[in-house]
Every structure is written in C-alpha cells, then in structure tokens.
T-cell receptor, first 113, second 114 residues
Framework: DAMVIQNPRYQVTQFGKPVTLSCSQT?????MYWYQQKSSQAPKLLFH???????NEADTPDNFQSRRPNTSFCFLDIRSPGLGDAAMYLC????????????FGDGTRLSIL | GDSVTQMEGPVTLSEEAFLTINCTYT??????LFWYVQYPGEGLQLLLK?????DKGSNKGFEATYRKETTSFHLEKGSVQVSDSAVYFC?????????????FGTGTKLQVIP
C-alpha cells in the first residue's frame, strides 16, 4: 500500500543536542509538510516543500530546518532542541489539488531530557 | 483568513448512542472540507471529505454534509462503538500558491463507554 512512513516513532534527545526526524513516501506526491502537534491541540504547520521549493511558515522558529533530497524523502532537523520542542511531529503529503486530502504518517514523538 | 470552529470536547457517549460533532467554517474561497480522526499515539487519518456544496461524505457509518448556506460540516454517526473513541478534527483545504493550505479545528475528543 502507498503510504507515508516516519522514523523513528519515538525519539529522545538531550536539551540542546541536534536531532533529525525522517519521513518517506511512496505516493509520489509533489508536496510534503511537517507539522508540530502538542498535546490536545491541532497540528501546527511548520513548513512545506512543493517539489524542491521550500516554504517556511512565518512563525516557525529558526531552530527548525528541513531538507528534501528527492521526491520520496524529507527530513526535519532541530538544531538545538529546547524543552518546549517536545511534541509529536507529523509528516504529510499531498497533491497540489485542494480537493484531495493530505496523507499523514504515524508521527514521531520527541522527548527532550 | 480561513478558520474552523469545532464543538468543545470531550464528548462521552454510551455505546450505540447517536453522535453529532458540530463544525462551522469561514473561508474566502470555495474550500474542500474534511474530517480526520486521530487514534492515540497515531497520525491523522482521513475519515471523509466533501469538495463542493451539498456533497455528502461518508465512511464507516460516519456522515457529513457540506452546507454552504450555514457554512457547516457537522459529523454524525447513528450508533457509536467503543472503537470510535478518538480525537476528531474538522478541516478545510484551499489551494494557494500551488499547495494545500489546511486549516484545522481544535479537535474534539470522543470517548465511548460500553
């Protein structure tokens, strides 16, 4: 089945230690998104790629970066994680059409020690 | 800008009860509307969608109708099961700049007790 896969499911890092989360897709979608979701809240969009074009949301902290080396893979880098960055990180993909849904991975739950 | 308003949770129902989760939206264009479900520890899964006025989305016994005149997309199910316990997000999607701009509601937690 075509899908969005996130690794790892759970990630623990130390305060200030860089961490990378990964996402891969077999849907061949043009657009990939990274969301941050804190407990009992809606997902918050951090940024998205349309093919190779990177688009940052205005309120995404500089601490968060992303790479998309090819259509299938996308990475979220957190350069110096703070305690406030503990959250679920969701990757999603879509075609550009607004009529089609986004497809989500199962997320990576990030804990900061 | 676009916005989605969902009824506050949590909602607690007995098994086989009728479910309604209200959702209203504001949008400048003609968005598509979605309901996503999130089970504990998992990502969001599409439950149903509607892409134009008067469309009815349905899946697994859940239904929602795109009502342009009332800007609503209420989720209903005639008889809930314990396995329906999850968080439900109403969302609208518009295309801007070549990508989907998705606006989510705050989510409604549903707990179904036997």
């Amino acid at each position: 089945d075509a899908m969005v896969i996130q690794n790892p499911r759970y990630q623990v890092t130390q305060f200030g230690k860089p961490v990378t989360l990964s996402c891969s897709q077999t849907l061949n979608h043009n657009v990939m998104y990274w969301y941050q979701q804190k407990s009992s809240q809606a997902p918050k969009l951090l940024f998205h790629y349309y093919d190779k074009d990177f688009n940052n949301e205005a309120d995404t902290p500089d601490n968060f970066q992303s790479r998309r080396p090819n259509t299938s893979f996308c990475f979220l880098d957190i350069r110096s994680p703070g305690l406030g960055d503990a959250a679920m990180y969701l990757c999603a993909t879509s075609s550009p059409s607004g009529a089609q849904p986004q497809h989500f991975g199962d997320g990576t739950r990030l804990s900061i020690l | 800008g676009d916005s989605v308003t969902q009824m506050e949770g949590p909602v607690t129902l007995s098994e086989e009860a009728f479910l309604t989760i209200n959702c209203t939206y504001t949008a400048t264009g003609y968005p598509s509307l979605f309901w996503y479900v999130q089970y504990p520890g998992e990502g969001l899964q599409l439950l149903l969608k509607a892409t134009k006025a008067d469309d009815k989305g349905s899946n697994k016994g859940f239904e929602a109708t795109y009502r342009k005149e009332t800007t609503s997309f209420h989720l209903e199910k005639g008889s809930v099961q314990v396995s329906d316990s999850a968080v439900y997000f109403c969302a609208l999607s518009d295309v801007g700049g070549g990508y989907q701009k998705v606006t989510f509601g705050t989510g409604t937690k549903l707990q179904v007790i036997p």
